[in-house]
């Protein structure tokens, strides 16, 4: 694995229980997943970091025999309550991955197939940032 990209971003996006819901086909009955288009710009800044990087980041993988890995690293400052316990409802750590995600993709301008895998690290700290780090590798490592 190699990084080819990382960025902090010292937002707090929505969570992807409130940027996605679920829409259901009248027809067939079949469900779907919709963006919320009222927590659409949550990701609007991470999208627009990528679309203007995408060509830097698209010279340093060979999507003929690499892919993408990306590691979410979250700091947040409400990680622990007053009391000094786990503040059990700051969300799960995978809530951002499909806005997150899919904001990477639209930037760059391709498919999230290309993405084989995620990690993500839920962190103590003093101000609430997310960091994205973005690796390439090759199949079969």
Known sequence: MKLIYSKEFNLKPSSVNR???IGRNKSTGKSFIVKNKKYEDSFREIELEFFINSSKIL???NLKE????IE???TMSDFFTKKGSVNLKRGDSDRYLKGIKDSIFKGIG???G???GEKTLQLNGKQSKIEVKIYSLKQGE
């Open 19 to 21: 940027a996605y819901g």
């Open 59 to 61: 010279s340093k993988i």
């Open 66 to 69: 690499e892919c993408f890995f």
């Open 72 to 74: 979410y690293i979250e």
């Open 110 to 112: 391709i498919n999230d």
């Open 114 to 116: 290309y993405c084989i």
